[in-house]
């Protein structure tokens, strides 16, 4: 079943300097259980889109399309309705734990926030909730740390308490938000290893915001590449390491240091001024005169494996 | 390291703390503690200088001095207290709502603190206070009404920058509303330097009623307060130094003592310091 169905989303920002174009006509379907990654260089609008969906933006963001979640449009509902949703039905990991929770409370205190609001649980009830789900991030000796400030806990403990603050309220979806930047790379295979184990047991949907594609691929069930505002390339990961198709998607594989650091020329475009059809037309080595003219529109190229591009047109 | 554990060890901080506890029970017992009665007329010992029974002597309605300091300890600590809690209460919901929710209310509150913060407090505070009419209350209201600018100014300042913390929009995506998150997340990060700066105030504040008592706004007679003493003092200075000096000093050593305590305070609350006391 379909848990979250985002159809034809667009979000622009106004500034003094012209129309930012962060995401621009967007479709995406979320299973129950499944586990999506959505790829991109830095600024091409996937925070932005994860930002959306729990309706996050700041209030001069102009959203149109349609978020639907188990049915009901997240876009259309009032603020008390999304309220309701955020934390209880779809949290949110943000990417650097230390500045994500509050100097002045305890770790105890905030991981038992969402459970008060949501749940209304006693105080006491409260805390035996998160000193559990503490255990089961593999926090050590949880009843002494619940009493700690952000400060006393180490990088990969304080993510770890903020995958607990995520999951307490058993949400449908998670939207991990680059959950892995910024911890050293033994943390972060531990917080690989202990996301992916979480969600199995939870049986709980991802949304995973990345740049990281090795994260991505142990994570995820199916990827979703994005450059400036649109998805180029849509498949399982299997289908997008086997056989890329978009030229983008070929680019940012062989720009890994495994294959060898081969980095893509130019940069990417500045969101305020895009270029005319294919985005990717001026980095592209196989572009020809109709990619600059007119915009792909996404290609079946396999069972479940779609990609933006005319050279499978 | 906790803050008391820090306040410990900051000398002045600890002095300016034994003094305003010394004072705050002289206020509460003055009526034990005091030899006569502050208002009692004597006009057979009229000005006498310090003695045995009179230790800080008689004034001009022959009222032992001392008795009446004692009893001033009262008015001048309630009072200042009082302005302090008016102060912080306007200060940080004015300027906490300003800084939340920005847009007109921000711009129309902080034009009106421009405008206050353009006048020198203390003459606007006078004029209040003439107009209102002289007793303690209206001194009160007229401190209070003039002196919150500052602090929401400051509050508004650090609202502005915590509010765009990524641990504000973590608490949005949890679920919270705007009033929980003003209360859970951001009034406790607030809360300290304006907590230094209301100690520091103080002194300003002591000081603020007693030139307002001394200027005939204040505190009426027969009232003992210690500005208004100065007042009533001020015809006798030549001969009788002791009716000005006694209720200066007390004034003096209360503001030095709040001084000293906001000092120790926004020492032990400044992380930076923190290092430098741990090396």
């Given at each position: 079943?379909?848990?979250?169905?985002?159809?034809?989303?667009?979000?622009?920002?106004?500034?003094?300097?012209?129309?930012?174009?962060?995401?621009?006509?967007?479709?995406?379907?979320?299973?129950?259980?499944?586990?999506?990654?959505?790829?991109?260089?830095?600024?091409?609008?996937?925070?932005?889109?994860?930002?959306?969906?729990?309706?996050?933006?700041?209030?001069?963001?102009?959203?149109?399309?349609?978020?639907?979640?188990?049915?009901?449009?997240?876009?259309?509902?009032?603020?008390?309705?999304?309220?309701?949703?955020?934390?209880?039905?779809?949290?949110?990991?943000?990417?650097?734990?230390?500045?994500?929770?509050?100097?002045?409370?305890?770790?105890?205190?905030?991981?038992?926030?969402?459970?008060?609001?949501?749940?209304?649980?006693?105080?006491?009830?409260?805390?035996?909730?998160?000193?559990?789900?503490?255990?089961?991030?593999?926090?050590?000796?949880?009843?002494?740390?619940?009493?700690?400030?952000?400060?006393?806990?180490?990088?990969?403990?304080?993510?770890?308490?903020?995958?607990?603050?995520?999951?307490?309220?058993?949400?449908?979806?998670?939207?991990?938000?680059?959950?892995?930047?910024?911890?050293?790379?033994?943390?972060?295979?531990?917080?690989?290893?202990?996301?992916?184990?979480?969600?199995?047991?939870?049986?709980?949907?991802?949304?995973?915001?990345?740049?990281?594609?090795?994260?991505?691929?142990?994570?995820?069930?199916?990827?979703?590449?994005?450059?400036?505002?649109?998805?180029?390339?849509?498949?399982?990961?299997?289908?997008?390491?086997?056989?890329?198709?978009?030229?983008?998607?070929?680019?940012?594989?062989?720009?890994?240091?495994?294959?060898?650091?081969?980095?893509?020329?130019?940069?990417?475009?500045?969101?305020?001024?895009?270029?005319?059809?294919?985005?990717?037309?001026?980095?592209?080595?196989?572009?020809?005169?109709?990619?600059?003219?007119?915009?792909?529109?996404?290609?079946?190229?396999?069972?479940?494996?779609?990609?933006?591009?005319?050279?499978?047109? | 390291?906790?803050?008391?554990?820090?306040?410990?060890?900051?000398?002045?901080a600890m002095l300016g703390i034994v003094i305003i506890?010394?004072?705050?029970?002289?206020?509460?017992?003055?009526?034990?503690?005091?030899?006569?009665?502050?208002?009692?007329?004597?006009?057979?010992?009229?000005?006498?200088?310090?003695?045995?029974?009179?230790?800080?002597?008689?004034?001009?309605?022959?009222?032992?001095?001392?008795?009446?300091?004692?009893?001033?300890?009262?008015?001048?600590?309630?009072?200042?207290?009082?302005?302090?809690?008016?102060?912080?209460?306007?200060?940080?919901?004015?300027?906490?709502?300003?800084?939340?929710?920005?847009?007109?209310?921000?711009?129309?509150?902080?034009?009106?603190?421009?405008?206050?913060?353009?006048?020198?407090?203390?003459?606007?505070?006078?004029?209040?206070?003439?107009?209102?009419?002289?007793?303690?209350?209206?001194?009160?209201?007229?401190?209070?009404?003039?002196?919150?600018?500052?602090?929401?100014?400051?509050?508004?300042?650090?609202?502005?920058?915590?509010?765009?913390?990524?641990?504000?929009?973590?608490?949005?995506?949890?679920?919270?509303?705007?009033?929980?998150?003003?209360?859970?997340?951001?009034?406790?990060?607030?809360?300290?330097?304006?907590?230094?700066?209301?100690?520091?105030?103080?002194?300003?504040?002591?000081?603020?009623?007693?030139?307002?008592?001394?200027?005939?706004?204040?505190?009426?007679?027969?009232?003992?307060?210690?500005?208004?003493?100065?007042n009533e003092g001020k015809p006798f200075m030549e001969?009788?130094?002791?009716?000005?000096?006694?209720?200066?000093?007390?004034?003096?050593?209360?503001?030095?003592?709040?001084?000293?305590?906001?000092?120790?305070?926004?020492?032990?609350?400044?992380?930076?310091?923190?290092?430098?006391?741990?090396?």
């Amino acid at each position: 079943m379909t848990l979250l169905s985002i159809e034809n989303l667009n979000a622009h920002f106004h500034t003094e300097d012209g129309a930012v174009r962060a995401v621009n006509g967007i479709d995406l379907n979320i299973e129950e259980g499944e586990k999506l990654g959505l790829i991109g260089e830095t600024g091409c609008g996937k925070t932005v889109l994860g930002l959306a969906i729990l309706r996050l933006l700041s209030e001069n963001t102009k959203i149109e399309g349609k978020i639907l979640y188990k049915g009901k449009n997240l876009l259309t509902m009032s603020d008390n309705e999304i309220r309701k949703i955020r934390g209880k039905e779809i949290a949110m990991i943000f990417q650097n734990p230390l500045s994500s929770m509050n100097p002045v409370l305890t770790v105890g205190t905030q991981v038992a926030e969402p459970v008060e609001l949501h749940q209304h649980l006693k105080k006491q009830d409260a805390m035996r909730r998160v000193i559990e789900m503490l255990k089961s991030v593999k926090i050590p000796l949880p009843q002494e740390r619940v009493k700690e400030y952000p400060h006393e806990f180490s990088g990969g403990m304080r993510q770890r308490a903020m995958i607990a603050m995520g999951l307490i309220c058993m949400p449908s979806l998670i939207i991990a938000d680059e959950p892995t930047t910024g911890l050293d790379v033994t943390i972060q295979a531990q917080i690989v290893e202990l996301m992916k184990e979480v969600l199995r047991d939870s049986g709980t949907s991802m949304l995973l915001i990345t740049h990281d594609l090795a994260v991505a691929s142990e994570l995820c069930d199916n990827i979703a590449v994005m450059y400036p505002g649109e998805i180029v390339e849509y498949g399982s990961v299997r289908d997008l390491f086997k056989d890329p198709k978009h030229p983008y998607t070929r680019g940012f594989l062989n720009s890994l240091p495994s294959k060898g650091f081969k980095p893509i020329t130019g940069t990417s475009p500045s969101l305020i001024n895009l270029p005319k059809g294919c985005k990717f037309h001026p980095r592209c080595s196989l572009a020809t005169d109709k990619c600059k003219i007119k915009r792909p529109e996404l290609i079946k190229v396999g069972k479940k494996h779609y990609v933006r591009c005319f050279l499978y047109d | 390291m906790s803050l008391y554990l820090k306040l410990k060890k900051d000398k002045p901080a600890m002095l300016g703390i034994v003094i305003i506890i010394f004072f705050a029970s002289i206020a509460v017992f003055a009526p034990y503690i005091a030899p006569h009665d502050p208002l009692e007329l004597n006009l057979e010992e009229r000005l006498l200088s310090p003695s045995v029974d009179h230790p800080m002597g008689t004034d001009n309605l022959g009222r032992d001095v001392l008795s009446r300091v004692l009893y001033g300890t009262r008015v001048s600590l309630s009072m200042s207290a009082a302005v302090v809690t008016i102060i912080m209460v306007l200060g940080i919901t004015i300027g906490t709502v300003a800084g939340y929710f920005g847009g007109v209310v921000d711009d129309v509150t902080m034009r009106v603190v421009d405008v206050l913060l353009a006048f020198p407090s203390i003459i606007l505070a006078l004029v209040i206070a003439g107009l209102l009419g002289p007793s303690l209350t209206n001194v009160m209201i007229a401190l209070g009404a003039i002196w919150w600018v500052g602090y929401s100014r400051i509050v508004r300042g650090s609202v502005l920058s915590i509010k765009e913390k990524e641990f504000v929009e973590a608490a949005r995506a949890m679920g919270c509303s705007d009033t929980y998150i003003i209360r859970r997340h951001i009034l406790p990060n607030v809360l300290s330097p304006v907590i230094v700066l209301a100690t520091l105030d103080m002194g300003h504040i002591i000081l603020s009623i007693a030139a307002l008592s001394f200027l005939g706004l204040g505190a009426q007679p027969p009232i003992p307060e210690w500005g208004a003493m100065l007042n009533e003092g001020k015809p006798f200075m030549e001969s009788a130094s002791h009716l000005m000096i006694f209720p200066g000093l007390m004034i003096m050593i209360t503001v030095l003592a709040f001084n000293f305590i906001g000092d120790g305070l926004r020492d032990a609350l400044d992380p930076r310091m923190q290092e430098m006391l741990i090396k």
